[in-house]
């Protein structure tokens, strides 16, 4: 009876890869005319976005995308490890299950709702001190000038709230998997309670945590509808973080429909998907290798004895 059903599991999780590769193929074909009208390289590094000229560089999408997903875990990854360890390590245990369910709840919030929020709220009460940060710290790179209305940063900040969720979600798992005897050995050898965190829970969930902040990354990097609302949409590479930009996400959820009548304008859109999809990829199969080690980790029962006595011994 087991070998049956193993075969079934195998065809199934083999079925997977196989729709992978569907979408990969398929979306290259789609794709090709505008690789064969201007190449690969040209239309993944050219800046000139501009289908009323038959121009399709899709750089200023693609730096769009990186620069706010890369805001978004330089804001949210910190904000969703502290409050995982808050609620593992820190929080009365009667709060334990409200404050876990009220981050949760963040993750039911639609993206469009989040959009407006921004639109309507965050982006008119932030701007001031947008405009304070820019030209008071306008020797810093990437910083200074005249701030947007939506731009990076808000995009960024934005896309941070959306990812805290699945970030502290995963990080809180693998904070409760360190073994008990690891806390109480540093705290037998007058290590604080931050210290004990720092030497013991820390350094054994670093992988997990690692794993989880890709995870985020690939769902800052997929979002469209959010970040269409708040970005600015302008095909333009920025010069600071407050400029007005655009994402391979957004591009395409605006511009798909006007693309119909032409093929050359469709395919570049698909061929942005394509591109997409294979930052997607990659980062999920980074997450992935440092969620297994993790899991390694955590059966093989990796010792923190030692940095726990040098810390004491400190």
């Known amino acids: ?12 999780a083999a079925l ?3 729709i992978i590769a569907f979408f990969l193929i398929r979306l290259y074909i789609e794709a090709r005319p505008v690789f064969s009208a201007y190449g690969a390289t040209h239309f993944v590094f050219d800046n000139a ?16 995308t990186l620069i706010t997903s890369a805001i978004a875990l330089i804001i ?11 609620v593992t390590e820190l929080c009365p245990r009667p709060l334990r299950a409200t404050l876990t369910i009220l981050v949760d709840l963040l993750a039911a919030v639609p993206s469009v709702v989040y959009g407006l929020w ?47 969720p699945i970030v502290s979600a995963i990080s809180r798992e693998v904070l409760a998997t360190v073994p008990q005897e690891h806390k109480e050995a540093a705290l037998a050898l007058g290590a604080t309670r931050w210290e004990m965190i720092r030497l013991a829970v820390l350094p054994y969930s670093r992988a997990g ?20 609302l708040v970005i600015g949409n302008s095909a333009h590479l920025g010069s600071t973080i407050f400029s007005q930009g655009y994402t391979l996400a957004a591009v395409i959820a605006n511009e798909f429909g006007e693309a119909a009548s032409n093929p050359v304008h469709r395919a570049s859109l698909i061929a942005a998907g394509l591109v997409l999809f294979l930052l997607t990829l990659v980062v999920n199969f980074i997450a992935r290798f440092y969620v297994t080690r993790a899991e390694k980790k955590m059966l093989g029962g990796a010792p923190v004895a030692e940095p726990v006595a040098t810390g004491a011994a400190a």
Do not use: C, H
Request: glycine fraction near 12%; charge should be positive; proline fraction near 7%.
């Open 1 to 12: 009876m087991d070998t049956p059903v193993r075969r079934i599991l195998t065809g199934v």
């Open 16 to 18: 997977i890869l196989v």
């Open 49 to 64: 976005w501009l289908p009323s000229k038959n121009l399709y560089g899709a750089w200023p999408l693609i730096a769009g």
């Open 76 to 86: 949210g990854v910190p904000i969703a490890v502290a409050a995982a360890l808050f």
């Open 118 to 164: 921004a639109v309507f709220f965050l982006i008119p009460k932030i701007k001031p001190a947008e405009q304070w940060f820019s030209d008071t710290f306008s020797f810093l790179p990437f910083v200074g000038g005249q701030v947007a209305g939506p731009n990076y940063f808000i995009a960024g900040l934005l896309l941070a709230t959306m990812i805290i």
């Open 209 to 228: 945590i690692s794993g989880a902040a890709m995870l985020g990354l690939g769902r800052a990097l997929g979002e469209t509808i959010a970040v269409t």
